[in-house]
């Protein structure tokens, strides 16, 4: 079975600070997908980021990047120069074959 | 343009009124997905349909009913339902099923059952 594990229910950052979410996922499958949602209050559900398996090269979008550690099964998300916007649940998730998986969320809030 | 529209965005209604959510995507994408969240958590699937066909049903009640019109429509009727069931309706879509990547959300419909 795949389990996606989001191990920070809430985190905070100040304004113009970098912070790291972390995820961890279980898979048997060689080849998937992984993502980052974001989830502002109230508002729609977007990707921010998302890597493939077979990339060894981390993804970046602009203030956006992860740490993709394939063999630890690691995932995070690194946030540089924070920005009150970047309040929202993020959501790690796992795609492998019809299957799409989400972590339990990660609480930010960037502090003024 | 990544637009996934969903109306209505706020639904009230009785544990005996019939009712239906809808889901529209422009993108040319042959799969749809309906999910419910509850506050503070993540989306939890409920069905998925892959070109017009449905492929996954998550064990869900029979008092919702997806339908899938076209490949640009979703619907999801809604019948005899509990308070329990009041949350945030999301609509996705994605290119395909499996390892085609992304699904796309739309704003969601707010649903409260009285």
């Known amino acids: 079975a795949q389990t996606v594990t989001q191990s920070q229910p809430e985190m905070s950052v100040q304004e113009a600070e970098t912070v790291t979410l972390s995820c961890t996922y279980d898979?048997?499958?060689?080849?998937?997908?992984l993502f980052w949602y974001k989830q502002p209050p109230s508002r729609q559900m977007i990707l921010v980021i998302r890597q493939e398996a077979y990339k060894q090269q981390n993804a970046t979008e602009n203030r956006f990047s992860v740490n993709f550690q394939k063999a630890a099964k690691s995932f995070s998300l690194k946030i540089s120069d924070s920005q009150l916007g970047d309040t929202a649940m993020y959501f790690c998730?796992?795609?492998?074959?019809?299957?799409?998986?989400f972590g339990t969320g990660t609480s930010l809030t960037v502090i003024p | 343009d990544t637009e996934v529209t969903q109306t209505p965005k706020h639904l009230v209604m009785g544990m005996t009124n019939k009712k239906s959510l809808k889901c529209e995507q422009h993108?040319?994408?042959?799969?749809m997905y309906w999910y419910k969240q509850k506050a503070k958590k993540p989306p939890e699937l409920m069905f998925v349909y892959s070109y017009e066909k449905l492929s996954i049903n998550e064990s869900v009640p029979s008092r919702f009913s997806p339908e899938c019109p076209n490949s640009s429509l979703l619907n999801l009727h809604l019948h005899a339902l509990q308070p329990e069931d009041s949350a945030l309706y999301l609509c996705?879509?994605?290119?395909?099923?499996?390892?085609?990547?992304?699904?796309?959300f739309g704003p969601g419909t707010r649903l409260l059952v009285l």
């Open positions: 998730a796992f795609e492998t074959g019809n299957q799409f998986y």
């Open positions: 996705a879509s994605s290119q395909e099923t499996g390892l085609y990547g992304t699904q796309y």
């Open positions: 993108m040319g994408h042959r799969a």
């Open positions: 898979t048997s499958e060689s080849n998937y997908y």
